[in-house]
């Protein structure tokens, strides 16, 4: 799947350069703010938000500064419905809340016109990766319907997935996080379509790799890793002058 999301890139990035070639007429500016949502290949359905600063450089390349927030979950989660009625994450001890601050280079591949078009981008950016590796918390029914507390998910003691009445508190386990230091890198292709010539709107789609120094435990039961690759696609808004 990364091999075929790498491809399509790479054809895409030819059929840029390509109409590159053929019209270079376009308008110029100097700064940009934008702001997303994101999907990606080890998230849900939103993996999180972005927001990016892009100076000019001159020729068409800009120096951009980004800051991505990401939550990283394991292939092998999966939702139950409780007693209750309410859903939890059997096997779950921890989620994973990468927070990433980037930095790269955006270079302009087709200009499009004030008020029309497409303009296209490659960009290449990485840096270090602040993970949070916060504890999942379950709703327990420790005597059998009489009494329920919440608590980090144990998979020693907590082996009867009929006894959970639920996920706990997203809040309440971030207080408790552990600090796993990474980094990241990305290479993608933008797409905007921004009707007004001040105005930016699109998607960013590509391919970014994350990686600590040693296996991040999300779900014990199933196999965990150091190395998180992963394609992913990002609707964004902003603004330019």
């Known amino acids: 799947m990364y091999l075929s999301a790498f491809a399509l890139s790479f054809l895409l990035l030819c059929v840029g350069y390509h109409a590159f070639a053929q019209d270079r007429e376009g308008y110029d500016y100097s700064r940009e703010f934008t702001w997303g949502i994101s999907k990606n290949t080890n998230s849900g359905l939103i993996a999180g938000g972005a927001i990016k600063f892009s100076r000019s450089l001159g020729n068409d390349k800009f120096q951009t500064f980004g800051l991505e927030i990401v939550n990283v979950k394991h292939p092998k989660e999966f939702r139950y419905h409780s007693f209750s009625g309410n859903t939890f994450i059997w096997g779950k001890q921890n989620y994973l809340l990468s927070i990433r601050p980037q930095y790269g280079r955006e270079w302009l591949i087709f200009k499009k016109a004030p008020q029309q078009g497409v303009q296209i981008s490659a960009i290449l950016a990485g840096g270090p990766t602040l993970g949070l590796l916060a504890p999942y918390f379950i709703k327990w029914d420790e005597q059998g319907g009489a009494g329920v507390v919440e608590e980090p998910f144990d998979p020693i003691k907590h082996r009867d ?7 706990g508190s997203f809040l309440r386990g971030l207080g408790r996080s552990n600090l796993r230091i990474g ?20 998607f960013e789609a590509g391919f970014q790799l994350e990686a600590f120094p040693k296996e991040v435990v999300i779900v014990p039961a199933a196999e965990n890793k150091s190395l998180f690759p992963s394609a992913f696609i990002m609707l964004f808004y902003g603004r330019r002058k």
Do not use: Q
């Not at 997935?161 to 996920?167: Q, T």
């Not at 980094?183 to 699109?202: M, P, Q, R, S, W």
């Open 183 to 202: 980094a990241n890198i990305k290479a993608a292709l933008a797409f905007e379509f921004g009707t007004f010539k001040n105005d930016v709107t699109g």
């Open 161 to 167: 997935l009929a006894e959970v009445a639920g996920s």
